[in-house]
């Protein structure tokens, strides 16, 4: 995008969605965490539980969480200095600022299109949702 001169031509909406998604991965890190103090108090002090599968997989996706939540953070802060600095007349944001907050959204779309299954699947294991419902079990069709 630098290079090509590329620019982003409604920054302030970017803005806003960066924000938004910021606030919903730190309440979904939120509802995790008590999620995973649950499993906890569960499981109590034994050493072999059922649910070791589910708090890995709470465990990386917390991480994954504040890591969008710090990455959305550098975004806003790059779309905010970027609006301030290198902004044309008609409102485009260009040049370096433009290519940062470009390449800060476009990784933290990817962390969030990772979280979404994940975040179902630690919902299924962890309520045991009917397989016929869960959406992960296949079934073998029948030649009828």
Known sequence: MWIKKGHLST????????ALLAGGMLSA??????????I???VGTSEASRYEVEKGMLDETAAHLLTGSLLCAF????????????VTKEGHLYGFWAALSAAISSYVLVIFIFLIPRLYSAYVEINDV?????????RKRSNR
């Open 29 to 38: 890190f939120t509802h995790l965490s008590t999620l995973r103090l649950k």
């Open 130 to 138: 009917s397989p016929d419902l869960n959406g992960f079990a296949g």
């Open 40 to 42: 906890k108090e569960w």
């Open 75 to 86: 975004d806003v802060a790059s779309l905010v200095i970027g609006m301030n600095v290198s």
């Open 11 to 18: 920054p302030g909406a970017l803005l806003t969605g960066v």
